[in-house]
C-alpha cells in the first residue's frame, strides 16, 4: 500500500488517500514547491494513465497573489493543445459569467482537478470529453494541494461536480448545495457551482448562465473592496 502524502493547505496537513490502484501524482512533485517547479514537474508526471494519450499536461495559471481561485474538471481538447486552462468554449462562458459578476479574471489562479485531458475518439479527428473517474481523480490530487498551498486563496470557487467532489468528498451534490458558502478549512469562502459546460449543453443556456452568474456574485460581494 502506497504512504500518505501530506500537503500543508491552509496551516493544516491533509492526507491523500492511499487506496488507489494508481501510483498517484505524489512521487512526482517537486522537492521544493514553487510554481515553477510545479509546472515543470507536471509535465512528467505518470501518477495515472491519462499522460498517454494526452498532448501536455494543462497547469493552472494566474497570480500568486489571487484573492479568488477556479478550479475546474480538466482540461478540454483546446486546452491540451495550448497547455492553458480554459481558453476554449467553456472558458469563454466562464471569462463572460466572471465579467457579469464583477470578478477580474485576470486577479484570479484557474486551475483544473485534473491535469490531462482525458478523451475518446469520435468521427474523423475528433477527441470528445470523456469524465475522469474517481481513482484517475484522486491520483491528481497532490497536483492541486500544491496548487492551494501556494496561491492561499481566500475564495475558492469549485466548477462542477468533479472538482468539488476533489476536494469534499466523493457524495457533495453540486445540485443540492451550489452557491451556497461551504464549511470548509480550505478558504474562507468555499463555494460550489455548475462547470461552465454545463451552459453549453443546456437547453435553457440563458437560464443557466444566469444562475452561475448568481454564484459567481456570491463570491464578488462577499470581498467587494
Not at 40 to 55: I, S
Not at 63 to 84: H, N, R, S
Not at 114 to 124: I, Q, S
Request: net charge positive; glycine share 8%; proline share 6%.
Amino acid at each position: 500500500m502506497l504512504g500518505r502524502h501530506r500537503i500543508r493547505v491552509s496551516g493544516y496537513l491533509r492526507p491523500v488517500p492511499t487506496r488507489n490502484p494508481y501510483p498517484t501524482a505524489a512521487a512526482f512533485l517537486p522537492d521544493k514547491l514553487s510554481m515553477t517547479a510545479l509546472r515543470d514537474a507536471v509535465q512528467g508526471c505518470r501518477g495515472c494513465p491519462l499522460y498517454a494519450n494526452a498532448t501536455q499536461a494543462v497547469f493552472g495559471e494566474g497570480t500568486l497573489k489571487a484573492e479568488v481561485m477556479l478550479v475546474g474538471e480538466q482540461p478540454g481538447d483546446q486546452e491540451d493543445k495550448a497547455g492553458a486552462p480554459f481558453v476554449g468554449p467553456a472558458g469563454k462562458v466562464l471569462d463572460r459569467a466572471l465579467e457579469e459578476a464583477g470578478i477580474d479574471r485576470g486577479t484570479t489562479y484557474v486551475t483544473n482537478a485534473v491535469k490531462h485531458f482525458k478523451w475518446k475518439a469520435a468521427r474523423g479527428t475528433r477527441r470528445i470529453h470523456d469524465k475522469p473517474s474517481w481513482t484517475e481523480t484522486m491520483a491528481c490530487r497532490p497536483w492541486l494541494d500544491a496548487e492551494l498551498a501556494l496561491v492561499k486563496p481566500r475564495a475558492l470557487v469549485l466548477l462542477g461536480a468533479v472538482a468539488a467532489q476533489a476536494l469534499l468528498g466523493k457524495t457533495f451534490k453540486v445540485t443540492q448545495q451550489r452557491g451556497k458558502p461551504l464549511d470548509s478549512e480550505l478558504a474562507d469562502l468555499v463555494l460550489a457551482t455548475i462547470h461552465p459546460s454545463a451552459v453549453l449543453r443546456a437547453e435553457n443556456r440563458d437560464e443557466m448562465f444566469a444562475e452561475l452568474v448568481d454564484d459567481l456574485r456570491v463570491v464578488s460581494r462577499t470581498f467587494a473592496h
